[in-house]
């Protein structure tokens, strides 16, 4: 629903989490305090909570992160993301 599809390849990447870049931050609903490593491509595991994915995903890409993964903690599973 975000951003253009993956190729055949997929995409390759360090998984960080939001809260470790940013404490206080794990849902991803305001941009990161500092970014991470800008020299290799990165992807942000950020928590299901209090704004929307389009928020979450445009505070991520304004970050600098190549792609968001979104995780609810009650599912232990990623979130498909979704926006009306």
Avoid at 47 to 64: L, P
Avoid at 66 to 79: F, K, Q, R, S, T
């Amino acid at each position: 629903m975000f951003g253009s599809r993956l190729g055949d390849d997929g995409l390759v990447g360090r998984l960080l989490m939001a809260g470790d870049v940013d404490p206080g931050n794990t849902d991803g609903c305001r941009p990161l305090s500092k970014h991470a490593d800008a020299a290799s491509s990165w992807i942000v595991l950020v928590e299901r909570g209090n704004c929307g994915f389009v928020e979450k995903v445009r505070n991520m890409q304004a970050s600098g992160a190549a792609a968001v993964l979104v995780g609810d903690p009650w599912y232990d599973l990623p979130i498909t993301m979704y926006a009306s």
